[in-house]
Structure formats: structure tokens, C-alpha cells
DNA sequence: TCAATTCATTACTTTTTAGTCAAGATTGAG
DNA sequence: CTCAATCTTGACTAAAAAGTAATGAATTGA
């Protein structure tokens, strides 16, 4: 269970395009120095990025990227799902082994586990938004935590 | 964020011997042929769990691989731990792009969020034993639901 | 003993993911 | 208009993960 590589990346370019000022906008060299990667890497992303509508861009000099939608209205689970396909739906025709279908026809008790697993992470994941990434490692952890904190599945207790 | 497919089969091997009735093991041939996969994909499986201590295995005639453990003392997390390593403590040194080492040094926004996501996902999988994995999958479903809804992480109400 | 069955181990091949390159298109400046 | 900066796109290459093959070693039973 891990991220992948293109869901890290790309998730760290949307952080700082979130971080810019109103009107500003990055040049893929820009956003490739700043995360560390290459331009042509970096290219990639924001072209998957600009396709699923989470940023716009302009060409020419002064051109660049930035958000298509304010910080504060994209939720991970939306960038997420851009960037690594949705397994969550279709767990048992990925791992299928040497079979057209998973062998568990109908009775199983993997599937729940690995699917409630993903929906866990989703959940998580639907309650964070791209502006409330935006700062520094102390503030977006206390952010993080109090969030999943209030992630209680559990009834309210009567009193 | 997704499982990969050593977690997945190597799992699903484990399900396999802990459904099994006490005193009995299964052959390569067997588990490759309840799970759907090669016998040769089950063996390097199996070899991993095997080093790992979850099994362990008989040669010649008669021989087969039977749980090292009751079932019901294997958490999922111990088991996933060995199937695909640990990333939860190493992030930074994994997604480092073209630099030795992640940009954000010091203070970064990103790695609560990822770090904080593996840590649920760990701490869903530290709750549930092999032996909860064994039945049919409302049965499992129940189980996992009912659990999982526990995992409340706010501190208890005063009134 | 000897042959059949089974696990053990390492090397190899295939597939998937990640990352790069290069040619093209658009924009703005001078 | 022309040029440089910039994004766009598809093909290509490299790396990692997944899966296969082959050889060897232990065990059992005839
Ligand atoms: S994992 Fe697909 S049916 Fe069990
Ligand atoms: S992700 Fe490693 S420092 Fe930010």
C-alpha cells in the first residue's frame, strides 16, 4: 500500500501553484526547481493536470500554470483519482493472476478488507482540501490530525 | 495509493492456510490453483513468507506449507510489512526526484499528509488478525466495518 | 536404493510504471 | 514580422515490479 510516484509529484506541483500569490503563475521550470524534478517530468504532470481541469495555463513568455479552481474548493480524493486510475472499483479484475477473473466468484473474504482499506484512504483523503496544504510541516500535521480525529464512523452516544 | 500485487496474492496465500483445518498444509499446486495464480509465483510467495516466519513448509512427498502461528495472532500489518517494505519511515528518501534527497528540507507541508495516510492505513491493518480474514464475506465485511468504526482517535467526551 | 514429490534459490523474461526527448503550436515583445 | 519563451503531444528509453523457468536439495515410500 503506497502512493505512487505520479500522485506524489503531482500532488506536490498543485501544493505550489496553491502557494502563490492571487494572479501569479509558474513556468514548468519554475515548478521543476522548486520540486526537484525535471522539466520535461514536470511537463507531464501539469499536462495530465491541465486535462483533468485542475489548472490552466498559458503560453508564450509570461505564460505558465495556475489553479483552474480556488485552493480551497479541491479536495484530494479529486487529484488523487486524476492521478493514479481508481482501483477502488475494479479490485478484482486488476489482480486476476493467470485467470480472466478473480477465483473467488461471489463469496469472499479478501474483498471487503482490501476495498474497505481504500475506502479508509479515500475518506481521509475527501476531507482535506489543496489550500489547507498550504504551510509549514507543524501547522498542516496539527491540520491532518484534528481532521482525521473527527473521522469517527461511530454513532453518536446517547447521554 | 494502491495495493500491490505481492501485498494482494501473498495475503490471500495466508487466507488460504489459516482456513485450513488443524494439522493439515497445502502444496504449491494447491495454493496456486484456490488463488488463481502460477505455481511458480505461489512458491516465490511462499518463500517470502516463509523467511518471514508466517509458515512453514515440509519437502517430499506429503510435504505443503501450513501457518507457523495461530491465525489469530497475525495482525495484517506484520504481514504487509514483509510483503512490501516499509515506506511510512522512508518517504523522503523515496520520492527525491532528480536530487539526492527531498527539497523541502526542514519544513515541508507535504509529508504530515502522506506520512499521516500511511499511518491510518497501518493503523486500520494493526486491528484485524488473520483468523477475522476467514469466512464468507458479509462475515468479513461485518467484521471489518465494526472494527474500523472503533478507530475513533478523539478523545473521549467529558459531559 | 531409487524414483517421485515437494520445497528452495537464483537467474531470467515480461509487463508496467516512470521519466526523457524532440518536434510542433501559441503567445508576447520588440 | 520575427524571435524567443512557453506550453503540447506523442514517441521513446530506463527503471522497477511482476512473473517464469530451471536447477538443486530434502523427504517419503516402493
Ligand atoms: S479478491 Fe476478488 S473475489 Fe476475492
Ligand atoms: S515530501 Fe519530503 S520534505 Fe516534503
Known amino acids: 500500500m503506497k502512493i505512487s510516484a505520479q500522485e506524489e509529484y503531482g500532488l506536490r506541483c498543485l501544493v505550489q501553484l496553491a502557494n502563490l500569490p492571487s494572479g501569479e503563475s509558474l513556468t514548468l521550470p519554475q515548478i521543476a526547481e522548486r520540486e526537484g524534478i ?9 499536462w495530465l493536470l491541465n ?9 508564450g513568455t509570461k505564460g505558465g500554470y495556475f489553479l483552474a479552481r480556488p485552493a480551497d474548493d ?3 480524493n479529486e487529484i488523487i483519482k486524476v492521478l493514479d486510475e481508481d482501483v477502488l ?6 489482480y486476476t493472476g493467470v485467470m480472466d477473473k478473480c477465483v473467488h466468484t461471489g463469496d ?19 476531507r482535506i482540501t489543496l489550500a489547507q496544504m498550504v504551510g509549514n510541516e ?8 484534528s481532521i ?12
Not at 138 to 145: G, L, P, Q
Open 89 to 94: 472499483s475494479s479490485h478484482c479484475d486488476s
Open 138 to 145: 507543524k501547522t498542516v500535521d496539527a491540520m491532518f490530525h
Open 51 to 59: 486535462k483533468a481541469g485542475f489548472v490552466n495555463s498559458t503560453r
Open 74 to 76: 479541491i479536495y484530494l
Open 108 to 126: 469472499c473474504g479478501i474483498r471487503p478488507v482490501i476495498v474497505g482499506l481504500h475506502e479508509i484512504v479515500e475518506n481521509a483523503l475527501s
Open 38 to 46: 525535471s522539466a520535461a517530468n514536470a511537463g507531464k504532470l501539469m
Open 148 to 159: 482525521q480525529g473527527i473521522n469517527r464512523t461511530i454513532e453518536p452516544q446517547r447521554v
